[in-house]
């Protein structure tokens, strides 16, 4: 979105199947497939070695390791839609006239969202019945609607400490530039003035936050001073956008977290805006079950669903309970009946070979908790990540021989990579190899239905 770089140098040449050879494989073949080979564990340590302050650990990792080879990892610089827009903002605010600006590249898509969450304030828990989506965006960021068009509650890690407390968390954007501010003393006119925010939410920030996965798990045990691991969470000041039913309140500190907290695929916050034609791309870990015909069971049992990608199966109902670092019991938008034909075609083309995709219209369900009204459809193309033979049988022999390699593989699990210590001390790094494999993989499943997904796209 930000880089100025041609795409073809972002995504690397395009690629046939059977010149992947294991020497070509090792070629740091595209700049995006490169950053994701950089180790976040060395670059962490030394930032701990360094002395850095524990709560910008994580977001100055991610900065390093994802946004400085392309020269987007200044945490000093705001964010805007465009030029224009920052030409808008400095002259409402002469102060930020010497302000840097990141703004998207020209040419790319109008909209762009990253997930994270909304965790809570600093020494509550994070549950189910108060986090909710933090959206980040070159332009906006906040989470757009009430939950349950209400005030959530926040218990104390410590009853000893905190009282338990209710709060307004929603109902709206703060530009982004503006937001971590204090909040504004007059709300009467179209713009507001606020405090300034102590540091620009900027777009290592928001990648931070976006991956900032284990800031949920850190707020549930009674841990206080250096034992604290929330301590490690990235965090902003923030204020709901109050309401003719809703009087304001003063800003707290939040602790900010992994989209994967709530909503990992971007889904939610497509149908809060009123998508009607989503791809869903379902990057999972988890593979569709063989034993299961999903083609002849009558129904799908919880047993079987539980067995899926869990962002996935909670769009239809089927998580029904919480952990610590999910909380997706809330984020049911389809029928549990419309998953089976789901599976039922995703499963057919897996076993025929070919790439895992299927193309269906559902009914939106409504959802209160995210403010989706639900009652209309959409149009849903799941592109799962999955086996695909056709794919593997195309390799060449020594690429083949090492993916099918028991013990000795360089591909263990392919297609489905741990998140993180895929490799033994590496965080979330992977090898050349095993990056450009995926990332060839990913292209057929594409090329392969290139006739689907011009036609699903165009307007």
């Avoid at 002469?94 to 703004?103: S, V």
């Avoid at 020209?106 to 549950?127: E, H, I, N, Q």
């Avoid at 989209?259 to 988890?286: E, F, H, K, P, W």
């Avoid at 997706?328 to 499963?347: A, I, M, W």
Wanted: aromatic share 10%; hydrophobic share 35%; glycine share 8%.
């Amino acid at each position: 979105m930000f880089s100025t770089l041609p795409v073809q140098h972002l995504l690397g040449a395009s690629t046939d199947p059977s010149e992947l050879t294991l020497a070509n494989l090792e070629k740091p073949e595209s700049a995006l497939g490169t950053v994701g080979a950089v180790s976040t564990m060395a670059i962490a340590k030394r930032l701990v070695k360094g002395g850095i302050n524990p709560q910008e650990l994580w977001v100055n990792t991610i900065s390093k390791a994802i946004l400085e080879p392309f020269g987007l990892h200044d945490l000093d610089s705001y964010m805007a839609a465009d030029q224009d827009a920052v030409n808008e903002i400095r002259r409402r605010n002469p102060q930020l006239k010497g302000a840097k600006f990141l703004t998207p590249a020209p040419g790319r898509p109008k909209v762009f969202v990253m997930s994270g969450a909304l965790l809570g304030p600093t020494g509550y828990k994070a549950t189910k019945d108060n986090v909710v989506s933090l959206q980040m965006s070159p332009d906006l960021i906040g989470s757009p609607f009430y939950p349950n068009n209400e005030p959530v509650q926040y218990e104390s890690q410590s009853r000893r400490w905190n009282p338990s407390r209710n709060g307004l968390v929603g109902g709206g954007f703060v530009e982004s530039f503006a937001f971590g501010g204090g909040a504004p003393e007059d709300l009467s006119n179209g713009w507001v003035t606020t405090a300034a925010p102590m540091e620009p939410f900027s777009l290592s920030k928001a990648v931070g936050v976006s991956s900032a996965g284990v800031s949920s798990a850190s707020t549930q045990g009674p841990f206080h001073g250096s034992l604290n691991p929330a301590k490690l969470s990235p965090r902003s000041d923030y204020w709901a956008i109050p309401s003719p039913q809703f009087e304001a309140e003063s800003t707290s500190t939040y602790l900010l977290g992994d989209g994967g907290n709530i909503d990992n695929s971007g889904l939610l916050a497509m149908l809060q805006r009123g998508a009607r034609r989503i791809v869903l791309v379902v990057s999972t870990g988890s593979a569709l079950p063989d034993d299961v015909e999903f083609c002849k069971v009558p129904s799908l049992s919880p047993d079987v669903a539980k067995r899926l990608e869990n962002q996935f199966q909670a769009n239809f109902g089927f998580w029904d309970k919480d952990d610590i670092g999910e909380f997706l019991t809330r984020n049911q938008v389809f029928s549990k009946d419309e998953l089976l034909p789901l599976l039922c075609q995703l499963q057919s083309l897996k076993r025929q070979g070919k790439p895992a995709l299927a193309k269906r219209k559902l009914k939106v369900l409504p959802n209160s908790w995210w403010g989706i009204e639900g009652g209309y459809g959409v149009q849903l193309l799941v592109v799962y990540n999955e086996k695909c033979r056709d794919f593997e049988s195309k390799l060449p022999k020594d690429t083949s021989d090492n993916l099918h390699a028991f013990f000795t593989s360089e591909f263990k699990r392919f297609p489905h990579y741990r998140i993180v210590f895929q490799n033994a001390g590496s965080g979330t790094a992977l090898t050349h190899p095993q990056i450009n494999l995926l990332a060839a993989m990913s292209e057929y499943f594409v090329r392969e239905n290139a006739e689907l997904f011009g036609s699903f796209l165009q307007r």
